[in-house]
């Protein structure tokens, strides 16, 4: 019996959205008044220069008060008591909704005809969940097949196009809306440590919707690879406490990930993340944009030229890293401004794992 050939599964189209505030700066001048040793406090206002970030964005609107704290007008974060875990899971509740109804209606595509919703989160939890809020409050088909992708961090997108990518390989006529929302700033830690103060000079909040279809429009999904790096389980971690989730995101991670890029680069098996190629035959890299720093450690690890990684840096400059996001952004602007050809995506995440694919920008 002659098998059919599977369908080839496409982001056709990316909407993304943001909460109305910046508070990157507004963070920055906060944690700069809180530590009193002036060496720390210099090194964190140098650090956060390095950043290659402008903009972060949260649903808490920021205020300064004469002493020069910086907090929330909602008084969300106060001073000596920030909120329990209970609370910022309330607040997911109260703000994800909207945020996520925002970024699939920017789709501009007939709901009703969603067969499959793919939603991914790993800053909040609620049940019902928020995939079937979002079918009931934007009129999807009740009987839509729904996933969660949970609690899996950064490289949680690539996951979720996978599981889109699978769905419309069996069943060609689906259509897959994939959600990827994270509200990193209720997360925010009482915290003078600085480690952990660095972490949060990263992240913002933001949500990516995409309709992945077998419709030859926009980017063509192909080959999926993950990896988990050698001896690295405990270079980032996601915990879940009594006053919000603590992230734990050591510093060496820049210089592990730029190792095992290099590694594959010297590897470059057919089963590798370069996949027997070279990394000029790749016109285009979306490579999440979890930091300058990672940024970088990609770029040097496989010897990309200066340039290449410019609609990650675009990102991050403009939004921070808003975890599973962040690489939808990144796949949005290559969808609007880049000219065809083949690409290569990347996230990293908890594990210390790298997921990546492959895709075709027609």
């Given at each position: 019996?002659?098998?059919?050939?599977?369908?080839?599964?496409?982001?056709?189209?990316?909407s993304?959205?943001?909460?109305?505030?910046?508070?990157h700066?507004?963070?920055?001048?906060?944690?700069?008044?809180?530590?009193?040793?002036?060496?720390?406090?210099?090194?964190?206002?140098?650090?956060?220069?390095?950043?290659?970030?402008?903009?972060?964005f949260?649903?808490f609107?920021?205020?300064?008060?004469?002493?020069?704290?910086?907090?929330?007008?909602?008084?969300?974060?106060?001073?000596?008591a920030?909120?329990?875990?209970?609370?910022?899971m309330?607040?997911?509740?109260?703000?994800?909704?909207?945020?996520?109804g925002?970024a699939?209606?920017?789709?501009?595509?007939?709901?009703?005809?969603?067969?499959h919703?793919?939603?991914?989160?790993?800053t909040?939890?609620?049940?019902?969940?928020?995939?079937?809020?979002?079918?009931r409050?934007?009129?999807?088909?009740?009987?839509?097949?729904?996933?969660?992708?949970?609690?899996?961090?950064?490289?949680?997108?690539?996951?979720?196009?996978?599981?889109?990518?699978?769905?419309?390989?069996?069943?060609?006529?689906?259509?897959?809306?994939?959600?990827?929302?994270?509200?990193c700033?209720?997360?925010?830690?009482?915290?003078?440590?600085?480690?952990?103060?660095?972490?949060?000079?990263?992240?913002?909040?933001?949500?990516?919707?995409?309709?992945?279809?077998?419709?030859?429009?926009?980017?063509?999904?192909?080959?999926?690879?993950?990896f988990a790096?050698?001896?690295?389980?405990?270079?980032?971690?996601?915990?879940?406490?009594?006053?919000?989730?603590?992230m734990?995101?050591?510093?060496?991670?820049?210089?592990?990930?730029?190792?095992?890029?290099?590694?594959?680069?010297?590897?470059?098996?057919?089963d590798?993340?370069?996949?027997?190629?070279?990394?000029?035959?790749?016109?285009?890299f979306a490579?999440?944009?979890?930091?300058?720093?990672?940024?970088?450690?990609?770029e040097?690890?496989l010897?990309?030229?200066?340039?290449r990684?410019?609609?990650?840096?675009?990102?991050?400059?403009?939004?921070?890293?808003?975890?599973?996001?962040?690489?939808?952004?990144?796949?949005?602007?290559?969808?609007?401004?880049?000219?065809?050809?083949?690409?290569?995506?990347?996230?990293?995440?908890?594990?210390?794992?790298?997921?990546?694919?492959?895709?075709?920008?027609?």
């Amino acid at each position: 019996m002659k098998i059919a050939p599977h369908a080839v599964a496409h982001v056709n189209r990316i909407s993304t959205a943001v909460p109305a505030h910046d508070v990157h700066h507004a963070f920055e001048r906060f944690v700069g008044s809180l530590l009193e040793d002036q060496r720390e406090s210099a090194i964190f206002r140098r650090m956060a220069g390095r950043s290659g970030i402008e903009r972060r964005f949260s649903s808490f609107e920021p205020v300064e008060n004469p002493d020069a704290f910086v907090a929330d007008t909602e008084g969300f974060y106060a001073p000596g008591a920030f909120p329990p875990t209970s609370r910022r899971m309330a607040r997911y509740g109260e703000v994800a909704p909207g945020l996520a109804g925002e970024a699939i209606k920017g789709l501009d595509t007939d709901l009703s005809k969603i067969t499959h919703l793919v939603l991914a989160s790993c800053t909040g939890f609620m049940a019902p969940g928020l995939d079937q809020v979002i079918v009931r409050q934007l009129g999807l088909d009740p009987g839509v097949e729904r996933t969660v992708v949970g609690y899996m961090g950064c490289y949680a997108a690539v996951n979720s196009l996978r599981l889109a990518h699978h769905i419309v390989r069996s069943q060609p006529d689906a259509r897959v809306l994939v959600v990827t929302i994270e509200l990193c700033t209720l997360h925010f830690q009482d915290t003078l440590d600085m480690e952990k103060l660095l972490s949060m000079l990263l992240f913002g909040d933001g949500c990516a919707a995409a309709l992945v279809t077998a419709e030859p429009e926009g980017v063509a999904l192909e080959a999926f690879l993950s990896f988990a790096l050698p001896e690295s389980e405990g270079m980032i971690t996601w915990d879940i406490g009594d006053s919000g989730f603590d992230m734990h995101l050591s510093g060496q991670v820049p210089q592990r990930i730029q190792r095992a890029m290099a590694e594959e680069l010297q590897r470059n098996a057919t089963d590798g993340v370069l996949r027997g190629r070279q990394p000029e035959d790749y016109a285009l890299f979306a490579v999440h944009a979890g930091g300058k720093a990672i940024l970088d450690a990609v770029e040097n690890g496989l010897g990309l030229a200066k340039g290449r990684l410019d609609w990650s840096r675009g990102v991050l400059k403009d939004f921070g890293n808003m975890s599973s996001a962040t690489l939808m952004f990144v796949l949005q602007r290559i969808l609007k401004g880049a000219e065809p050809g083949s690409g290569l995506a990347m996230a990293f995440g908890p594990g210390l794992a790298c997921e990546t694919f492959t895709f075709r920008k027609l």
